[in-house]
Every structure is written in C-alpha cells, then in structure tokens.
C-alpha cells in the first residue's frame, strides 16, 4: 500500500520527530583544526565553541552546550530532564557511557498507569509521569572527573542568552503555541504577552531560568538534591500529586558504566548500554553485515527492504528483552554474536515483507521531543550526547519561579502487562531509548554521530553509520541522505527523497509505505589524525532536516 497522505501513521510520525522541516539541500561540511562542535541550534553551537576557545575541553563544552539547549530549545531538554552521553577520554583512551536518566522515584504505584486506576491516561502524561531528572547530576559528574575549567565558568553562556533572551523564529513559536493551553500561568509570562504566546520575531527572555542557572553555577549539584531548586520541585510534585519527592533528588547522580559495542566490517561501533536500550542499533548492524550492502545498492529496494526486516526483528529484542541491568538484565552475549545474527537473517523473506508480530504487549516509542549534539577538541576528547524531557515541554509542569520545565518520561514504561520488565518499577533504573555512537578506526574515535526521533533513533543511527562504512560517504552526505524507519505494526516510513521507483517496488513487496518529510535531526563529527595519532582535522555535519549548525575551531 502505497500512501502519500499525511495518514494516522503519518501524523504520529511527525509527532515522535518533533516535527522536523523539510530536507533541504545536503549542507557544505564544517572544518576545524582544533575543535568541532555540532547542535541543533547555532546560539548553543557557539557556546560550545566558546569554551573551547577559553581552554575548556569536549567535556567542559558539552556542558555549555547542553545548558544552552535548556535555554534555546527548552521544549526539548535542560535541567528537568534526562539523557544518554557516550564519552571518549584521550589521555586514558577509553569510552564510556554516562546515564543522565536516574532512576523512577521510589514512591511510584504503577498501577496508577493502568486500569482501572481512574484517569490512568492522564497519568501517563502528567504530573504522575515525572521521573527524577538526572541531567545536572551527570554533568557534575562529567565535569568533576574530566573537566578542566570552573563549573560556573561552563553555564556564562546560557545565564547571558536567558537574561538577553533571543530573538525566536517560526518553529518555535509554533511549539509554544501547541504547549500554550497546558502551561501554567506564570509559565506564560515568559512564553507570551497578552494571553498569547510568542510570535516569530519576538524574544523570548528567560528570567527564572537564568536565575536556576545561576544557583547550579553556584552551588553545584546541590541545589538540585538539597538547596532551593529541590525544595520547589518536590513542592511542585506535592501541589499536582506526583510520585517525585525530594528522597529522589537527593539520591541522584550521574553513572559510569561500560558501553557496547560490535565489529561492523572492521570498524568498533560502540553505544550506551543498558539501561539504554541502544542494543537494536547493534543488531541491525549486526544482521545486515551478512548482507553485501554494496552490491545491494544504497537505497535501493533491495537493501532497503533487508533493512525493513532487520529492524523489524531488532525492535522486537528491545521489547522482549530491555530492562533494568540490575534486576533484568538483557542477554546481549546473546543478542551481539555473529551466530544469532545469522540465525535471524536466514529467517528473512528476501522477496515479502512479512508482518510483525510483537513477543507481548506494544510498548511506548520513547521520547518524542529530543536533542542530539556532537563535540571533539584538539587533544582527542569526544562527546556524543542526546537529551530530552520526554514529550514537548515535558510533564507542562513547572515549578513556580524556577523557569524549568519537568519532563514526563515515565509516559515511555511499558504498563502491560502488569510488571513486565520495562513497567514502572519504583527505585529501578529508568530506561531511555537513546543512541549516542562512536565509529572507531585504528583504535582512535573516527566518527561520533547521533539523533533524536523517539522510535526512529535506533533505526536512523545505523542507516548513517552503513552510510559511511558501507558506501564511503563523509559524515555530511551520511547525515542528508534519505532514510526510512519501521513503525509497528506493518508500517515503512519513507521519505521523500527515496526515489519512487524503489517506494512501488517496496509497496510491491508488501511493505504499507508512509511518505514522510523527514526522519530525525542528527549531528556528527569525523576526525583525522597525523602518524603520531594526534588529532589534526575535524569534520562536522549539521542535519538538513533541522536548523542546527555544525562549526569548526582554528
């Protein structure tokens, strides 16, 4: 079935790719010398630049980053929210994933998700869907054991922009015009005048924010467990009968763990492992490396179509198996051997697409509204970082005279059956469907590349990383060029850039096609080193898709 209508399936779509622009033309690649930074939005790229530029390294950046994002992009991630960051160390050599995710407060009833709790839908959104937010936590934690300048040198840049404020255009006004009804109203004395929210060349000034800003510069992690900030929070909770208390911002920190990894045809392509559940982007990975990608084509109905079936069976590990590595560990010893991979690809009808059929219960498609950004610095030092609140501006709520908006990430548990592994168990960790990745050649980070797009993460971060392992595209041509993402049950996201030869040619196989404008909003990086192994050229990709730059540092 071949549809160009914006369908149910299409419109949900949009939804989970925070409604990305139209692809333009695939953008001129950004260069540095000593440095590269890429983000969805040009003030929050210059942030990170700056930092650099003061003798701050990749960690200390992507704090500058990250905080500046809260404050440009505040629908999409900041301080109550969460995430996934893949770390590279130079001077140790070692990568290593830390979890901004948390953990669910220990006082959640996740029978109040279900029926017949009464307004069990409305708890899934609200209030009751606030998870502890870990983001500070994780960067006190990155700064205390790689950072080189003052923490509260790191948060200037986002106080200033919040203080000035700047000048906001069509997208973001239309956000805040779909979150407006739901905002409480001193909430709306920032995002609008008059009882209507901002127009597209107005400035968005962002009091409250700055000053939460400048309490975390000041105090650290602490105003965040202890000081004012926790207090209002866990007030606000209280207010709106929500789970999160201040026990649970007290208890948060920020994680090291081992991240994961395979062989892809030479090549180590490390993620976050669990409680990420980054695994399906390995396993698809892992199951078209028996597949002469090359000889299939790029793109082309053929490769296309084994894609459509990898990924199909790869989401149906992640509903079957993710879960907290604490309590339910997946058996990715398992899930990442080259025997499994070949078991499942000899399964796949070369010729049909074949229906899916979940293990159990559907599950949530992770969060909807999501930013992903990249940075490297001279010395070698790499970071690849996605950060969300969940949906658009998160729960909506947000405690009065802090500026933050709280997210609502509990809204992606799985809740049937009751007391699966993916449920809302009270004090597990929480799970994110973020994929932050490394490319590594010869040892060294090559590329380091990631998107947001809710459920269509795990699918777009491999079809870029074939892109340019399989068929020799730079980090830009990897990042612009067509992609394509299975929506359950029997769904094909396509966009518009696949030739239309090769969409009849899937409908012909069975594949139920969505004509979609665009897929994620990835950022990426690529660095080349000298014969010492030093770092001497930086490559930076910003996604068409988005309005994101990519700028490199001389």
């Known amino acids: 079935m071949l549809n160009s209508r914006p369908g ?11 409604l990305t622009a139209v692809p333009g033309p695939a953008q001129v690649p950004a260069h540095g010398n000593r440095g590269m ?18 003798g701050g390294n990749a960690f200390d950046a992507s704090i500058a980053i990250a905080t500046t994002l809260n404050v440009v992009q505040p629908m999409m991630s900041g301080i109550g929210g969460y995430g996934t960051i893949i770390t ?33 839908l409305e708890n899934q959104r609200g209030a009751k869907a606030v998870s502890t937010p870990g983001n500070v936590p994780a960067w006190e934690e990155m700064s205390r054991r790689y950072g080189s300048l003052d923490w509260a040198d790191l948060f200037a840049p986002a106080i200033t922009v919040a203080d000035d404020g700047f000048v906001i255009g069509e997208r973001t006004s239309m956000l805040i015009s779909i979150g407006w009804e739901n905002f409480p109203e001193h909430a709306k004395v920032f995002y609008g005048h008059d009882d209507a929210p901002l ?24 105003a965040m467990r202890d000081g004012s900030l926790a207090m209002a929070i866990d007030q606000a909770m209280r207010n709106a009968d929500g ?29 976050a492992s669990p409680p990420a559940t980054a695994f399906p982007s390995l396993i698809r990975l892992g199951m078209m490396s028996q597949f002469d990608s090359r000889k299939l084509g790029h793109n082309s109905a053929a490769y296309l179509h084994r894609f459509a079936e990898v990924t199909k069976h790869a989401f149906w590990c992640r509903l079957r198996y993710a879960g907290d590595p604490d309590f339910t560990p997946p058996p990715l010893e398992k899930l990442l051997s080259k ?14 697409a074949t229906t899916f059929v979940p293990p159990g219960e559907n599950v949530s498609r992770g969060d909807m509204h999501t930013t992903h950004f990249v940075v490297a610095d001279e010395m070698g030092n790499v970071v690849s970082a996605t950060q969300t609140l969940g949906n658009l501006f998160g729960s909506r709520i947000m405690p009065e005279g802090t500026g933050i908006w709280l997210n609502n990430s509990l809204r992606y548990c799985t809740f049937e059956p009751a007391g699966n592994p993916m449920d809302a168990h009270a004090g597990h960790h929480k799970l994110s469907g973020d994929c932050p990745t490394l490319i590594m050649k010869d040892g060294r980070p090559w590329v380091a590349i990631g998107t947001p797009g809710g459920h269509t993460i795990g699918q777009t971060v491999p079809q870029m990383v074939m892109n340019i392992i399989d068929f020799g595209m730079n980090v830009q041509e ?32 069975g594949h139920q096609l969505e004509i979609v404008r665009g897929l994620g909003n990835a950022h990426g990086l690529a660095i080349e080193y000298d014969d010492k192994g030093n770092p001497v050229r930086f490559t930076g990709a910003a996604d068409p898709r988005g309005k994101g730059v990519a700028k490199g540092f001389d």
């Open 339 to 352: 025997d499994y991979w070949a078991k499942q690809v000899a399964k796949i009808d070369l010729d049909r």
């Open 243 to 271: 789970f999160l208390r201040l026990d649970d911002l007290k208890r948060a920190k920020g994680e090291w763990w081992d991240p994961i990894s395979i062989d892809y045809r030479g090549f180590e392509v490390i993620t």
């Open 37 to 54: 930074v890429s983000s969805a939005h040009p003030i929050a790229t210059e942030a990170g630049l700056e930092i650099l530029k003061a």
């Open 88 to 120: 590279y160390h130079a001077a140790t050599k070692s990568a290593q994933f830390l979890n901004c995710s948390a953990h669910i407060p220990f006082g959640v009833d996740s029978d109040a998700y279900r029926a017949p709790t009464p307004n069990y």
């Open 199 to 222: 127009n597209p060349g107005e400035r968005l000034v962002q009091t409250d924010l700055a000053n939460s800003l400048r309490m975390i510069a000041k105090g650290g992690g602490r």
């Open 8 to 18: 149910l399936l299409a419109a949900s779509l949009m939804t989970c790719l925070h």
């Open 478 to 509: 990897a990042i612009s060029a067509p992609r394509v993402s299975f929506f359950e049950p029997n769904g094909l996201a396509v966009e518009e850039g696949v030739n239309e030869s090769v969409r009849s040619a899937l409908a012909a196989m």
